[in-house]
């Protein structure tokens, strides 16, 4: 898949291209050959033509000038001290790996392809030193080509990828965007096999966890916060300029999370458990500025959604999160991608079709159970919980009650509202099954409901103080 080269990175390509390298100093210096030198003038500041006619005259040469062989060193393994060089012999490379398809096959056949570069990752701590960061294009376009070459993967991608994809995290952590997109960019590169999207996966605390954060800060949320975003009730109609991230940024992360749900029996538990990736992309939804952005939030959510062991786990937290409504709405737009709308129409039928034997009961079972509490419609319905407060006492060993201890006994100092709604639930609880007031204070419900008493948040206090409330109408009671 192709992505338009990152700006910051071009730029830096050029200004490398332009400088003047005193090459017979170098040679008299010994940081490298006059074989070297021949080689590198050959094909140094040409017509992409001639050069691309040089290097296919001599590719066993330039394979070996690159990557070393019987008659010596990689240029950059001799020229390790003198950074000017290496900066513009990896300029080079990316060039030649870009122009001459048949040396990139042929340095992908070497038996070590990747081991000039591999230390050249660890160059600098810096995310803005330029040799890593050169080198991380040219071993994005090496494996790229690798993969392509030997789709079944190599035991030497295999061990070279997750040395790359741990540089690549680091950008992606960085404060300047620019960064950001070249190692979002460069991943969508990488993730072309399912073996390199395992691996991606694998490390995903490195490399999934900066993306959601991206995205995170493009709804203008900290981690947790679905609750707060998904009551804001913000428009769908809402403009670009209301993102907190740059569109071409948002576009590229979300291609990289898109590819990665291609194993979505591999991560959609995962993705919902970890980063509870439901309520973030229904809010992304809401802000989306662009089809093109759209197309790929739905897209990924079908490619999670429908493999049959994630629908138990991920439809019933889908409904909790107001698919069913915002799919709708979405149907409203003006919208003309036919791969949007089809995938917009799959998932509607999908949901549909799961909604359609729920009940009220299921569909708070699953909140629950999701761990993470919206002010979804149940939790102020008096009819709901007459009706059902005392199948979620007792149902399955008082699961559900059980799991709203757990709940509340998390911090949740980003989304401070899914205390207060586990108040409110409790508060239900001893109104509605006052016998049952012994077995919930034992899961710990009271305790905790009574130091929220003393939270800083209104709701909070609000919550806790009815709940508490409901089980002092009972003090003097058996």
Known sequence: MSLDPPNYLNSLQNSIRARPIPWEGAVRAQTITER????????????????????EGDIEGYKSLLLGGNNGKSVLESASKRADVIQYILVLTGDLINDVPDLSSALVDHADPYKPFLPLLSHSTNPEDPIPLL?????????????????????????????????LSGLTKSQDSGLQDIAVQEYSALLSTKKSRELFWKQRHETVEPLIDILRAAVGANRDSDSTLLSRGTSIRSTETSLGVGLQLLYHVLMVLWQLSFEATLVGKGLQEEQEILGLYSSLLRLSPKEKTTRLLLSTLLNLLTPPPNRAILLPIAVSVRFPPLLANLKTRHLTDPDLLDDLKSLTDLLSEYTAGQTTFDEYSAEVLSGHLRWSPPHRDANFWRENASKIASENKSELPKKLAEIMGKKWENDKQVLAIACNDVGWLVKECPDKRSELEKFGLKARTMELMTESDESIRWESLRAVGEWLRYQFEG
């Open 36 to 55: 070297d030198l021949k080689k590198i003038k050959a094909v140094d500041k040409v017509r992409k033509e001639q050069r691309k006619q040089t290097v």
């Open 135 to 167: 080198t991380s294009s040219v071993f994005t376009s090496l494996i790229s080509t690798a993969q392509r070459r030997f789709p079944k993967s190599t035991p030497k991608t295999d061990e070279a990828l997750p040395k790359l994809y741990k540089y």
